[in-house]
């Protein structure tokens, strides 16, 4: 691995406008640490790195590198591109398992953290350096939101986000799991009791629906549901997925090292929505693909479904009389997610669009006075690496908008 990686970073150009990280939506100063690895000093490239993106050994992992850093290297235009996450990983991972924090001053002003995926995590480190008394409440009964129940793991291993806990303990952040807020507990609680300003980073855990016929039937699931714990499902030999995102992906890859024989993946274009990457991986593992289809019924033995095509002008149509029934024993459903709305029933002031995603400005803050929000459950569905990238600027603005109280106060 060593080797590897030191080679990969000696055939790094050092360009002077690098566009690795121009197509790194974080902009990781992927030179700079290269450069800086190469030199000797691992530490000085892992802390550049990590004060960049709190999540870097994680994006490292996960992030779809063909589109973003690898997919602008130089290298790319005419051979195979610097294998830009693995040096990432390498230098992320040796640094986090040595990461100390200093003893952090208290500036006196409590923030509450409603969800522990990437915003909240991102968020949580930021304001707990800063001094601020940082209480993270997740639903669930472990940390990591999607990155813990969406991601499989053989693709993001979970010892990872249980060394996160570990860092955010150790940063002072306590943690409060098995806690939903707008159930027992609700926003208007947590001013009550001393939180100057409050984040909101649930996520989107609401499966969308197909509202086709069939739905309900025991033998169909959500793709956001089956990850969580798929060793809960039954699905037979045989599996059906309608959806070709990087999430059909996960779910098709889970089932066959789950039991299932026969995986296909249906598609209305050619075009999968997934990453080329985790489509050739798919397709090594053994799922099947079938594109240009469109589900019309589901039933107890499969899915009915028509044949599409194209008008010339992008837009697909259904074919009449080529309707037919691909047979499987369990259908599983990965056409996104939306939000849930505990919080928004629970709470006064909070807007949100026609998606059910809460309305805030450039900086995150929401229509109601204190609360801020990011990550998918502002943006809907995106990755991690963005959701890391936009929740500094959110984690910025809370600063500001808590110090501007403190000043108020002094005052």
């Given amino acids: 691995m060593a080797i ?11 360009c002077k406008k690098p566009m690795c990280r121009e197509g790194c939506p974080i902009h990781t100063p992927i030179p700079d640490m290269i450069h800086t690895f190469l030199e000797g000093d691992i530490n000085a490239a892992g802390k550049m790195v990590f004060e960049n993106n709190p999540l870097s050994v994680i994006c490292s992992l996960i992030c779809n590198h063909e589109n973003q850093c690898e997919g602008h290297c130089v290298l790319n235009r005419k051979g195979s591109p610097v294998h830009i996450s693995s040096i990432e990983n390498y230098i992320s991972e040796n640094y986090f398992d040595k990461l100390r924090f200093p003893e952090i001053k208290k500036n006196g002003m409590r923030v509450g953290i409603i969800g522990s995926g990437p915003a909240g995590i991102t968020i949580a480190i930021i304001l707990a350096q800063r001094g601020y008394d940082v209480t993270i409440f997740e639903a669930k009964e472990k940390i990591g939101g999607v990155l813990r129940y969406g991601i499989p793991e053989f693709r993001l291993p979970k010892s990872i986000l249980d060394k996160y806990k570990e860092k955010l303990l150790a940063l002072g952040i306590k943690i409060r799991p098995n806690t939903s807020i707008g159930t027992g507990i609700g926003v208007d609680d947590m001013f009550r009791d001393g939180y100057s300003a409050l984040f909101i980073g649930t996520g989107v855990w609401r499966p969308n629906t197909l509202k086709i016929k069939g739905e309900s039937l025991g033998n169909v699931h959500y793709a956001i549901n089956y990850l969580t714990n798929p060793d809960v499902y039954n699905l037979g030999k045989t599996l059906n997925i309608i959806g070709a995102g990087n999430s059909a992906m996960d779910v098709a890859r889970t089932a066959l090292r789950k039991g299932c024989e026969q995986v296909t993946v249906f598609s ?33 033995e499969g899915v009915i479904f028509v044949d599409l095509e194209c008008d010339g002008r992008g837009h697909l149509y259904p074919i009449k009389g080529t309707e037919r029934l691909f047979p499987a024993d369990s259908t599983i459903i990965a056409i996104s997610q939306g939000p849930r709305d505990r919080i928004i029933s629970t709470t006064t002031g909070l807007e949100v669009n026609d998606r ?21 459950v502002v943006r809907g569905a995106k990755t991690v690496v963005e959701a890391v990238a936009y929740s500094k600027q959110v984690a910025d603005a809370m600063d500001e908008y808590m110090q501007s109280l403190k000043n108020k106060e002094e005052k």
């Fill in 268 to 300: 209305r274009n050619d075009h999968l929505a997934a990453s080329p990457r985790e489509v050739d991986y798919a397709k090594i593992d053994g799922v099947e693909f079938v594109v240009h289809v469109e589900p019309v019924e589901i039933v107890d």
């Fill in 4 to 14: 590897h990686v030191i080679n990969e970073a000696k055939r790094c150009l050092n």
């Fill in 356 to 376: 059910g995603l809460l309305v805030t400005n450039t900086f995150g803050e929401t229509t109601r006075d204190g609360i801020f929000a990011s990550g998918d």
